[in-house]
């Protein structure tokens, strides 16, 4: 859109580099529906190593990824436990009822992080009134709690949990590489508690589309059959994962400028009157303005924000999320930074 100057709706909007639009220009490429792609190959292979996993599949997006592997773990009329406000939930269009026939269980929890005791409890007891719990799924980090990191010993007892339970455990890491700079652990040690793990590279990583699923090989070859029953087969598809072996090489340790600038809009905002931030949630590259002014609520100030060229989500009638990435330097985030300051100002 023209009249967008500072971006901050999403990590999505990113666009490919002069870097990643060449090694995509010279992707050496196959038929991937026979298995014959050699650029979609090696960034399987890739990742399936660096998640410490036997194996990987290539998809069209995190959505796809996702819903492949609750397809994969599950069977018609089970349920999923999820937290309430995560993005399998609450922003894939009721998939898993209409593609895997499983309803979902959502739970609350504190900073998109669930507690092992609710986990516990809602673990369906064998009684045929019930539906058996199928998949447990967490998301790391965490979009909709402002980009909070899964702390490793809560991911810890669940799995421990869900091993004793004979229940799988998925992860949509759609933005796991943030955590892992953010923690400086390693994605193989996140992965190493899943028995599935969605990792985006659309997202921060820069790549125009793709995201990879990896697991054990019983488990991708018959994901890969969802894949295609999904309509997510796909051809001379090298150019497109080239994208992300470029990101895989050059877009993962940048990913702590994103957390910067984030930190840098939210240590500047939290002092402006009529805007609230949780701290505690600014730990990647996302800032949730909470709006409490007499004159605005996040709806209104995001259009009057984008009056002055900045794009900012409002996700519910309070807050507005602004998402950092690396089309956004520290430059804009200042002169965002300003033009908050003036717009509540002159209200």
Do not use: W
């Not at 028995?195 to 921060?204: I, T």
């Not at 993962?252 to 931030?277: C, Q, T, Y």
């Not at 984008?306 to 690396?326: F, P, S, W």
């Amino acid at each position: 859109m023209k009249h967008i100057r500072i971006d901050l709706r999403s990590d999505t909007v990113t666009r490919p580099s002069p870097g990643m639009r060449e090694a995509i220009a010279r992707a050496d490429v196959g038929d991937d529906v026979y298995d014959e792609d050699p650029t979609v190959n090696l960034l399987q292979e890739r990742v399936a190593e660096l998640m410490g996993k036997e194996d990987a599949l290539y998809v069209p997006s995190g959505t796809m990824s996702n819903q492949i592997a609750i397809k994969t773990h599950t069977q018609p009329g089970q349920e999923v436990i999820c937290e309430e406000n995560c993005h399998i939930f609450n922003y894939e269009a009721g998939a898993p009822a209409f593609l895997a026939g499983v309803q979902m269980r959502p739970l609350r929890g504190k900073y998109g992080v669930l507690n092992v005791d609710d986990v516990k409890n809602a673990i369906r007891e064998d009684n045929l009134h019930f539906p058996p719990t199928g998949l447990i799924c967490l998301e790391n980090t965490h979009n909709r709690a402002g980009g909070t990191v899964y702390p490793l010993d809560n991911i810890f007892t669940i799995a421990n949990l869900a091993v004793q339970k004979g229940i799988p455990l998925h992860l949509d890491g759609a933005r796991l590489m943030n955590a892992v700079v953010a923690t400086g652990i390693p994605a193989r040690e996140y992965a190493s508690y899943f028995d599935s793990v969605s990792l985006c590279f659309s997202k921060g990583l820069g790549a125009p589309i793709g995201s990879v699923l990896s697991g054990s090989k019983e488990f991708i070859a018959k994901a890969r059959r969802y894949r295609k029953i999904f309509g997510g087969g796909m051809r001379q598809v090298g150019i497109l994962a080239a994208a992300c072996l470029y990101a895989l090489d050059n877009n993962v340790k940048r990913l702590a400028e994103d957390h910067e600038n984030a930190k840098l809009l939210a240590e500047n905002l939290k002092n402006i009157s009529g805007i609230f931030i949780d701290m505690k949630q600014v730990q990647t590259n996302m800032v949730m303005i909470h709006v409490r002014h007499k004159k605005y609520n996040s709806v209104s100030l995001s259009k009057a924000l984008l009056a002055y060229g900045i794009a900012a989500n409002a996700v519910d009638d309070e807050r507005i999320r602004a998402v950092t990435h690396l089309n956004i330097s520290r430059e804009q985030i200042l002169e965002a930074i300003d033009i908050f300051q003036k717009i509540m100002k002159d209200s």
